[in-house]
Nanobody, 123 residues
Framework: VQLQASGGGLVQAGGSLRLSCAASGRSVSSYAMGWFRQAPGKEREFVAA????????YYADSVKGRFTISRDRAKNTVYLQLNSLKPEDTAVYYCAAYRGTSGGADSSWYDYWGQGTQVTVSS
């Protein structure tokens, strides 16, 4: 499985972005999917995850109410809508696939990782 994240960019505080993660090589429709981020000098942290069928979602407290994860199983793509962005959201955002059904915050569960897309939020 290859994962290609895109949609990052430079945005002012309060703005929005939509990240996409397109999978290739095989279908990830039966995989849970997640988004993680890593800011300079910090460890990678969990952002959001979605179950294989898309019925259950999980969010870090820091993004709850501002970010929304979704998926289109037919397109083999997962999305992360980022609203009300803050400077502290600045990071490289990574998508990941987990050969399980529910997803979660533990990065060690995930089997495949994309290359990351940079999100920069200016104040």
């Amino acid at each position: 499985v290859q994962l290609q994240a895109s949609g990052g960019g430079l945005v002012q505080a309060g703005g929005s972005l939509r990240l996409s993660c397109a999978a290739s090589g095989r279908s990830v429709s039966s995989y849970a999917m997640g988004w993680f981020r890593q800011a300079p000098g910090k460890e990678r942290e969990f952002v959001a995850a979605i179950s294989w069928i898309g019925s259950t979602t999980y969010y870090a407290d820091s993004v709850k109410g501002r970010f929304t994860i979704s998926r289109d199983r037919a397109k083999n793509t997962v999305y992360l809508q980022l609203n009300s962005l803050k400077p502290e959201d600045t990071a490289v955002y990574y998508c990941a696939a987990y050969r399980g059904t529910s997803g979660g915050a533990d990065s060690s569960w995930y089997d495949y990782w994309g290359q990351g897309t940079q999100v920069t939020v200016s104040s």
